[in-house]
């Protein structure tokens, strides 16, 4: 199994910082956030990424190069000036993604989070499935964005992680051209083609050098203690 790390975005809430710099390049705790995904992916067991670039997307082909010194394999799927979006990205991305297996993990590049990647791989997607993994909504987005789907009766939604498991038929009449993913999700919600669970363990979303500065005083707080 394969995972793409989305790292395309403009990050234009995140200026100045991202005026040079792609926001997947940001530090926490010394280190670029993307680089807890790749270490995660790993541990999880999967050693081939691919990674979209658009913005500054450069920088982060030569930071990590090919992957080897990683002991993985690290592809990139160079988007043009403004990126794709999310399912735009992932549908140029396909062909580098299901060479050798049907599903493939999907993480957004600016978040922080502890999530095991691994339970991902233990699930099994029929065609044109999808299964995101849900957390509690943080002050920035108090209203949500999905309800879970084996709790049709609970009222209570919660935010999109950007975590995700899919199978590569969930993106087949997806054209190459900007398209987000949210409206994908929702309609498969609506035809019973995707799966949902609530993660309860760190999930931060940094999308803005406020969100930044608080992760890392956090982490140094927790270095020290």
């Not at 691919?50 to 988007?79: P, R």
């Not at 992680?161 to 051209?177: A, E, P, T, W």
Request: charge should be negative; hydrophobic fraction near 40%; aromatic fraction near 6%.
């Amino acid at each position: 199994m394969k995972a793409m790390i989305l790292a395309a975005g403009r990050g234009q809430r995140m200026m100045p910082l991202t005026a040079e710099m792609p926001k997947p390049m940001l530090a926490v705790a010394g280190k670029p956030l993307i680089a807890y995904h790749l270490e995660r992916l790993k541990r999880a067991g999967i050693d081939q990424i691919v990674i979209n670039l658009a913005w500054q997307g450069e920088k982060i082909a030569q930071h990590f190069g090919d992957g080897s010194h990683l002991g993985m394999q690290i592809e990139y799927s160079h988007e043009p000036e403004g990126g794709l979006e999310t399912a735009g990205g992932i549908a140029m991305a396909l062909s580098k993604l299901c060479e050798d297996d049907d599903v493939f993990v999907v993480i957004n590049g600016d978040i922080f989070t502890d999530y095991d990647v691994h339970a991902l791989t233990q699930l099994q997607l029929k065609s044109g499935e999808a299964h995101i993994v849900l957390v509690e909504n943080p002050v920035h987005h108090p209203d949500g964005d999905f309800r879970l789907t084996h709790q049709p009766l609970n009222e209570q939604t919660y935010t999109f992680s950007g975590i995700g498991l899919y199978h590569k038929d969930f993106f087949k009449d997806v054209m190459i051209s900007k398209k987000p993913l949210g409206p994908m999700l929702r309609a498969a919600i609506d035809e019973h083609m995707l799966s949902s669970e609530l993660f309860l363990g760190q999930w931060h979303d940094i999308g803005t050098p406020e969100r930044l500065s608080e992760i890392n005083i956090k982490m140094e707080s927790c270095n020290v203690g």
